[in-house]
């Protein structure tokens, strides 16, 4: 296999990254900015590309996450290669994750990499599994199998994300509240059913001074998301009530979902992310409203 590395920190390329494509026994080119990148893929294809999202557009020039997201926006007009991003902590990065799972990457891992659980390692694998599933076509071609409907399935629980189906839907963090909306759907009541929430109740548990209207806005949010990832990723024909569906009961996961924690979910470091983003298992949101 030959992988494309986009990264302008030598540093974290020469002692991080390379260990791990060694250890993949992969090849690699190494593009330190955006227009360096676009010259290796005019003449060579890869099997994977590890893009960070915060780079320089040219030789000596600025990094801006900018560039990363035009050049994520140039590969996916020519490729269906697999990418996984790159991200830093702060806040200009985590707010840009929603727009670029819809853009097409097939995984994302946050800066300074992790040794255990969800390595970098592990995220290259798991991009290298969903792309088997797929051909790699450029995604200007019509898909030609016919869309099938939707008839429920797993929505995997991470330590940082949900994944329906085997694609990532929400990421801890991220500012429409999509991530904390399925933390709170995916328990179960005494009787066995997915609890019910209403909007006044999902307001008041995503944010202590969070409106209701605000609340309805962050369902429609990841409902749209979940009918946009299903249709394009999955070719499923996905209603916004096939997943989050509500009634006179409240908003609810449908029945034909099933949860599941995966291998690398910890239940401490679950409640350790979900206490740094929530104030006393109530608020899940980073950003106080107004």
């Not at 994944?163 to 991220?174: F, K, V």
């Amino acid at each position: 296999m030959r992988f494309l590395v986009v990264e302008d920190d030598k540093q974290i390329k020469t002692q991080t990254i390379d260990d791990c494509l060694a250890s993949l026994g992969c090849a690699s080119d190494w593009a330190t900015n955006q227009q360096e990148a676009n010259e290796l893929l005019a003449l060579h294809e890869y099997d994977l590309i590890l893009l960070d999202l915060e780079i320089p557009s040219r030789p000596g020039g600025s990094d801006s996450p900018d560039y990363g997201v035009n050049l994520l926006k140039q590969i996916r007009a020519k490729t269906r290669v697999p990418v996984v991003l790159m991200t830093a902590q702060h806040q200009q990065c985590v707010d840009l994750i929603a727009e670029l799972h819809e853009l097409g990457i097939d995984g994302s891992i946050a800066k300074p990499f992790s040794t255990t659980g969800r390595t970098l390692l592990y995220v290259i694998r798991q991009a290298l599994r969903k792309s088997r599933r797929r051909p790699l076509l450029p995604v200007s071609l019509p898909i030609v199998k016919p869309l099938r409907p939707f008839v429920g399935g797993v929505l995997a629980v991470y330590a940082t994300r949900f994944d329906l189906c085997d694609e990532t839907i929400a990421e801890i963090g991220e500012r429409s509240h999509s991530w904390c909306i399925l933390n709170l759907l995916k328990d179960k009541n005494s009787q066995g059913h997915f609890v019910s929430l209403s909007s006044g109740q999902l307001a008041s548990r995503l944010h202590p001074n969070m409106s209701q209207g605000t609340a309805v806005q962050a369902v429609r949010t990841i409902r749209n998301r979940i009918v946009t990832v299903m249709r394009n990723r999955l070719s499923y024909t996905c209603t916004t009530q096939d997943v989050i569906a509500n009634g006179g009961m409240g908003y609810h996961l449908r029945d034909w979902i099933t949860i599941e924690c995966r291998d690398d979910f910890s239940e401490e470091l679950f409640l350790n992310k979900l206490s740094y983003y929530s104030i006393g298992l109530v608020s899940c949101d980073l950003i106080p409203e107004p």
